[in-house]
């Protein structure tokens, strides 16, 4: 089929550029070619400033390791210092995250009145005291009205607030806090159960020992049997 010089409107189809050529019969044939976007990525807040803030913390570290004795040139801490400073990026994340950007709308009316729990939800946080780890288990409940949320939030919303410079009573309440805010619950429950690293691998060194703290809310607070029901069925493995 010959064609007369093209006649061609380019359009969008389904992100596709269409251009049409006008043949000699009357009729058109179609051309349609891949749309060449560029994508251009954009940094999120959090990763500009870890980017703003990484050498910065690569040079604190390579002075730690300076300052114990250590030969920062030799093959094995050549990219220590990095490496460390991603890492600590990572483990305190959590400042960069808000509880509005974790629930992202996941709240739902529900005609619900019963309790609710998420229990052996993993933790790992650093103890602000020292910067080592301490780590175990997050119980959640709580005793909706009206709304509930997707369970999965509570789990990150733990999960924001553990990966930050912290303390165990602190983690704690404002877990509960974060929920109670967001939901307007009758009452929230929170329980934490954990290792501090500070305690085993340094100072008294007590290996076995745990570390258990709650918060309660609410008729958690006020009404007994509610707390009870809460602390029975968290036991309940």
Do not use: W
């Not at 070619?33 to 500009?48: D, I, L, T, Y």
């Not at 004795?69 to 460390?84: C, H, K, M, N, V």
């Not at 609710?116 to 020292?130: A, G, P, Q, R, T």
């Not at 929230?188 to 570390?211: D, F, L, P, W, Y």
Request: aromatic content about 6%; hydrophobic content about 40%.
């Amino acid at each position: 089929m010959a064609y007369q010089n093209p006649a061609e409107i380019n359009g969008l189809c389904n992100s596709k550029i269409v251009t049409e050529y006008l043949c000699r019969n009357g009729f058109s044939a179609l051309s349609i070619e891949p749309k060449k976007v560029q994508h251009k990525k954009e940094m999120s807040r959090k990763e500009a400033e870890d980017e703003t803030r990484l050498t910065d913390l690569e040079a604190a570290y390579t002075t730690v390791l300076r300052g114990l004795g250590e030969d920062t040139d030799r093959q094995g801490l050549l990219r220590t210092p990095l490496r460390a400073a991603k890492a600590m990026q990572f483990l305190t994340k959590g400042y960069h995250e808000t509880v509005s950007d974790i629930l992202n709308d996941a709240v739902f009316d529900e005609d619900h009145d019963e309790l609710v729990i998420v229990k052996d939800i993993d933790m790992f946080s650093l103890c602000e005291h020292h910067l080592v780890p301490f780590f175990g288990k997050v119980h959640i409940g709580y005793l909706p009205n009206k709304k509930v949320v997707g369970i999965s939030k509570l789990a990150r919303i733990a999960e924001m607030y553990s990966r930050r410079l912290q303390v165990q009573e602190r983690l704690t309440k404002q877990i509960a806090m974060a929920i109670s805010d967001a939901l307007q619950p009758a009452g929230v429950g929170v329980v934490i159960e954990a290792a501090h690293m500070c305690m085993v691998m340094r100072g008294v060194q007590k290996m076995n020992s745990c570390t258990v703290t709650s918060v309660m809310l609410g008729v958690f607070r006020e009404d007994p049997k509610t707390k009870e029901e809460f602390m029975a069925l968290v036991k309940n493995s």
